[in-house]
């Protein structure tokens, strides 16, 4: 008889209603509420690392969240909308 694979900290085989979360570090899954990952958060992560490996590897990373454009110095209407018929419209 074949076995079924386990995953996660958990040791249970994978189940398509749980949210699951690959480690960049040792390639298994863990479900996300077993290793304290929310589904809607693992977007913003760039690179997992599972508890074990992060003792190893160091912490998870995030994604870098880039800085909305300065205004250019001397523009009074940085942040202002831009007028219909305006000269920065036309």
Do not use: N
């Not at 913003?44 to 160091?58: K, S, T």
């Amino acid at each position: 008889m074949a076995s079924v694979p386990v995953y996660c900290l958990c040791r249970l085989p994978y189940d398509v209603t749980r949210f699951m979360i690959e480690c960049d570090g040792c390639q298994d899954w863990f479900h996300g509420s077993c290793v304290g990952v929310e589904e809607e958060a693992a977007a913003e992560i760039d690179l997992y690392h599972c508890p074990q490996c992060a003792v190893l590897r160091g912490p998870s990373v995030m994604k870098r969240r880039r800085a909305p454009p300065k205004p250019a110095p001397g523009d009074a209407d940085a942040g202002r909308p831009v007028r219909t018929g305006s000269a920065q419209f036309v």
